[in-house]
């Protein structure tokens, strides 16, 4: 089904991002009867939801999220039964070099036993039986057998055109201005190509939501970090799993190259945002400050002088940057490969392919949004994933289907509610 150039001038639902949370929250409003138009800025999915390690995992997922990701596996499945998209159901190795890092997988184990998970404990010998190929010795290991691989922009497109067929409206190329309030509500919102009324208006905008929710006056303390992604060329016998662990992240891809990361080297800027919510940010920094690396310079000045110009009536940033693409961090990616090629010396035939980086919106407890918003009923928040929407996007598409709708039980809504962070007068 094809959509019409412009949208209608009204839909029961108004979902801004076409990113894998947009796209999934449409789906499952699309099966209970609602009519949907999804409204991207620039290219559907062409943001943080087609640039990532495309890894579907428990292994480390939050308690809070864990449900999410369960819930996520028959879904993808049963989407991998309908179309080709790469998936591979080939489970995932999380490694743990040092006896610190074992303690901290254990833990994290002891905690999620007994939730539904096939996750097993691997002792060195069986670390190196599951990974043939690395050299370094571990203190031990999990292995998740469920968890799985994905190609993103393969499956973005799938999932694009699921979509429109089920009957959603998707309009590339069309910027969302602000959200308009009236009587207090959220009534629709303003395009670069004029109004459109709704019902109900889901903000999963990911990166941008922080800008897009300031235009109806609610303060989400999202951030922004940069991550940098290499693909390899073809690796013969080559692990099978996807592989973490604290020097590289791997997935085997179809193409037969690795589609390869750090998971410690995101970079982040001080920002006039980093001051205004330092505080929420403190705790969870101070526990994990090896993961990331500050940066303080001209991005003060630069986000200063954007945030000066969103909101209504006006061409703004959001048509200015329709596509988030910062540079990929080449000296980290080229170590990463290397030590890599030290601890599986099957690499070291391959070279790196291509680099790329995107832009990751990240919340201080590191949990998303998937809310309502008290101050203007009909406005929904689906956003801040915090590098861990990929995978749980189908279950979290259909969780805020459920809150858009009123299904959603409380206990499934508690801990992804806007309230938590308290910035709203509330
Ligand atoms: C390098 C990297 C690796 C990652 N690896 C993984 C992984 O292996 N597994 C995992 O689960 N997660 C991973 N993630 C995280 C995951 O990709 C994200 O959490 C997820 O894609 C977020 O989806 P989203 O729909 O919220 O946002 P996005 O995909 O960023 O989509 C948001 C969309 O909103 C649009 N938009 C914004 N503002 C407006 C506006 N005003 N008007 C109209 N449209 C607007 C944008 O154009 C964009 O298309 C990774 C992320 C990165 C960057």
Same mark, same amino acid.
Request: hydrophobic share 50%; aromatic share 8%; proline share 5%.
């Given at each position: 089904m094809t959509s019409p150039s412009r949208p209608k001038p009204r839909y029961d639902v108004v979902v801004v991002g076409a990113g894998i949370i947009g796209l999934s929250t449409a789906l499952f409003l699309r099966e209970r009867g609602l009519s949907v138009a999804v409204l991207d800025k620039g290219v559907p999915a062409y943001e943080q939801s087609s640039r990532n390690w495309g890894w579907m #995992?428990?292994?480390?997922?939050?308690?809070?999220?864990?449900? /999410?990701?369960?819930?996520?596996? %028959?879904?993808?499945? #049963?989407?991998a039964a309908e179309g080709d998209f790469g998936f591979r159901p080939c489970g995932l190795v999380s490694l743990a070099e040092t006896e610190a890092e074992w303690s901290a997988l254990q833990a994290w184990f002891a905690q999620a036993r007994g939730r539904g998970l096939d996750t097993r404990e691997l002792d060195s010998e069986a670390v190196a039986r599951a990974l043939p190929q690395l050299r370094r010795h571990q203190a031990g290991g999990l292995f998740a057998p469920g968890d799985a691989g994905i190609e993103p922009d393969q499956a973005m497109r799938f999932l694009e055109r699921k979509v429109r067929d089920a009957g959603a409206a998707l309009f590339a190329g069309t910027a969302v201005r602000h959200i308009d309030i009236s009587g207090g509500r959220a009534t629709g919102v303003e395009t670069e190509t004029g109004p459109v009324a709704a019902d109900?208006?889901?903000?999963?905008?990911?990166?941008?939501?922080?800008?897009?929710?300031?235009?109806?006056?609610?303060?989400? %303390?999202?951030?922004?970090?940069?991550?940098?992604? /290499? #693909?390899?060329?073809?690796?013969?016998d080559g692990p099978l799993p996807n592989v973490a662990s604290t020097a590289f992240c791997l997935r085997r891809r179809r193409d037969g190259g690795y589609t390869v990361a750090r998971r410690n080297s995101s970079l982040t800027y001080v920002t006039p945002d980093a001051l205004r919510f330092l505080r929420l940010y403190l705790p969870n920094y101070l526990k994990q400050k090896q993961l990331l690396r500050v940066r303080a310079g001209a991005s003060f000045f630069r986000e200063l002088w954007l945030e000066r110009r969103f909101g209504p009536g006006r061409p703004n940033p959001f048509e200015e940057f329709r596509a988030c693409d910062p540079a990929a961090d080449s000296d980290t990616l080229k170590a990463t490969f290397a030590r890599l090629q030290q601890d599986m010396p099957v690499f070291r035939a391959a070279r790196i392919a291509a680099a790329w980086a995107g832009t990751i919106d990240v919340l201080p407890d590191a949990l998303p949004i998937l809310s309502s918003v008290a101050r203007h009923p009909g406005l929904f928040l689906a956003t801040g994933f915090s590098a861990h929407g990929f995978g749980i996007g189908p279950a979290a598409g259909k969780l805020m289907a459920?809150?858009?709708?009123?299904?959603?039980?409380?206990?499934? #809504?508690? %801990?992804?509610? /806007?309230?938590?962070?308290?910035?709203?007068?509330d």
């Open positions: #995992r428990t292994v480390g997922q939050d308690m809070a999220e864990l449900e /999410l990701a369960l819930q996520s596996r %028959p879904l993808w499945r #049963r989407w109900a208006v889901v903000i999963a905008a990911g990166a941008w939501s922080r800008w897009l929710s300031a235009t109806a006056g609610i303060v989400i %303390p999202q951030l922004k970090v940069v991550a940098s992604v /290499l #693909r390899t060329t073809p690796v013969e459920e809150i858009v709708t009123g299904e959603a039980g409380a206990s499934s #809504r508690a %801990p992804f509610r /806007l309230e938590r962070f308290h910035l709203n007068g």
